[in-house]
Every structure is written in structure tokens, then in C-alpha cells.
């Protein structure tokens, strides 16, 4: 098993590198993985998400990324 460290940049890297990929905002991903808009606003203020909100957003990712193609950015 691997593991891979996560802090807040490394998280918001992932999100922005998805987000680019398939031409979605960060509110976008934030409402559909969480019905929450302000999310990734709170995060920009140095807000602590817990644990389980970062899950569903990862996870949102995974689904997403299995059932869509990516837009080749």
C-alpha cells in the first residue's frame, strides 16, 4: 500500500487538476459533491474541512472521472 500524505494544497490541487480536466468550477464540484457552494470559498480562507467532506468530494471525482470522459485539457 501506498500512502500518500494530504494537506490542504495537495487537496486543492487534486480539485483544480479534476476541475480543469473536465471544465467544471470548484462551486460546481462543491454543489454536486456536497449541495454545498461555499465549500472551496472556505477552504480559500484557511477553513479545516473535516475528513469525511473531503471523502465525498474524492469520491465525487471517482464516480465522476468513471462515468465521464474527460474533456482532454
Known amino acids: 500500500m501506498i ?3 494530504i494537506s490542504a494544497q495537495s487537496f486543492r ?9 473536465h471544465k467544471l468550477s470548484r ?3 462543491g454543489v454536486q ?9 472556505r477552504l480559500q480562507k484557511e477553513k479545516s474541512p ?15 472521472e468513471r462515468t465521464h470522459p474527460a474533456d482532454g485539457v
Open 13 to 21: 490541487k487534486d480539485v483544480d487538476d479534476f476541475c480543469k480536466r
Open 3 to 5: 500512502v500518500k500524505p
Open 50 to 64: 473535516t475528513l469525511a467532506r473531503v471523502e465525498r468530494v474524492y469520491d465525487f471525482m471517482i464516480e465522476y
Open 27 to 29: 462551486r460546481d464540484v
Open 33 to 41: 459533491a456536497l449541495n454545498d457552494s461555499a465549500f472551496f470559498l
